[in-house]
């Protein structure tokens, strides 16, 4: 059994158990593990479940934006972006771990405009946001 298994137990992502360890990181480790154990609390096993608040807006994006690898998708975030009037257009820094820093910049840029409007954009549809998350994000 590996270190992390023990620490974390078996049921949390081993890139996620080995990333909450990551030193030098944009994102506090002690967050990290609090995303990765509420979701495993609730049954999510999936990376991208344990690397996210997986609230409502984030399980809209990871359906839209994630492919079949779990990676995101960031043309198609972008489009997202766009269709819902967020200007990404100064998010251009592409040092290493540009992707998730686009993608939690992106998603709190989006969930202050779809906690506003109460629906989410994806193509031509418009995805309405629960009532107790648009709450939870209104200012």
């Known amino acids: 059994m590996h270190d992390m298994d023990m620490e974390y137990g078996p049921s949390i992502h081993p890139d996620v158990a080995q990333d909450i360890e990551r030193k030098n990181s944009v994102?506090?480790?002690?967050?990290?593990?609090?995303?990765a154990e509420r979701a495993k609390e609730n049954g999510h096993a999936s990376k991208c479940a344990q690397r996210s608040t997986w609230d409502w807006l984030a399980q809209?994006?990871?359906?839209?934006?994630?492919?079949?690898?779990?990676?995101?998708?960031?043309?198609?975030?972008?489009?997202?972006?766009?269709?819902?009037?967020?200007?990404?257009?100064?998010?251009?820094?592409?040092?290493?771990?540009w992707e998730g820093r686009l993608r939690m910049t992106g998603?709190?840029?989006?969930?202050?405009?779809?906690?506003?409007?109460?629906?989410?954009?994806?193509?031509?549809?418009?995805?309405?946001?629960?009532?107790?998350?648009?709450?939870?994000?209104?200012?």
């Open 27 to 35: 994102v506090r480790n002690e967050y990290k593990r609090k995303y």
């Open 107 to 139: 998603r709190l840029a989006l969930q202050r405009v779809v906690a506003a409007s109460g629906v989410l954009v994806v193509e031509d549809d418009e995805l309405e946001a629960p009532a107790e998350w648009v709450a939870k994000f209104q200012n």
């Open 60 to 97: 809209c994006l990871a359906g839209e934006c994630n492919g079949p690898d779990g990676k995101l998708d960031v043309a198609r975030f972008l489009v997202i972006l766009e269709a819902n009037g967020v200007d990404h257009s100064r998010w251009t820094n592409r040092s290493k771990g």
